[in-house]
């Protein structure tokens, strides 16, 4: 099994072994070389492949800490939308290092540092990251990106690399686009997007214009 350069540097981050265990026997063996997918997950399988000398796991939320940890430094994305509370066995995982160019985000990975002021996503990163989202509307405004560095100026103490930066905005962004009551918006599936400026006259508004317009050619 081969590894490229950002999975590497992603496995080298502050991770326990057990996440890497099961990182490297237990989810990627199973997912698609093409699409980046996995099998559904089997807490059952995975419980095997990490107590495999001692049973040291024997419930699936310790299961799901270490599927939080890889989370956490961008080796696995969730395909639909999960409650992180709530159990993980039979959700299907995406792999997104493994389908994206080799050299292309490995130096993201080790540019680790707090947030700044100056802060801004990686263009190319959010795309890439809003698509295997599934995020129909990754435009961000100002105030948007302005909540999230005021939020985590307040963390100082919270260090990432820039990838994971990226990636907690982009995450953000999709909380942000299915909640209810965002302002300015339209409803797309299960999205809420920005609605685009203009004007929209509405059904009883245009049959107010035919009337009076027939009314003035009489």
Known sequence: MQFNKSEQAALLQPLSNDARVLYILGIKPTASQTSGVTSPL??????SILNAKEENFTLGRQVNSLIKELLSVGLVNFVDEVELNHSFNGKTLNLPLTTMQVDEYSKLHL??????????????LITDLAKLLGIIDYDYTTSELGDFIAY????????FSEYQWTQKFVFNLKKMRLA????????????????????????????LVAKYSKTNKQ
């Open 180 to 207: 209810h009551g965002f302002k300015n918006v339209q409803k797309v599936g299960q999205q809420i997007v920005q609605t685009k400026a203009g004007i929209h006259a509405d059904e009883n508004a245009k049959n």
């Open 152 to 159: 985590w100026l307040g963390r100082p103490e919270s260090q």
């Open 111 to 124: 540019n680790w540092h707090s947030m700044h002021l100056e802060w801004l996503p990686n263009k190319k």
């Open 42 to 47: 089997n807490y059952k399988s995975m419980l």
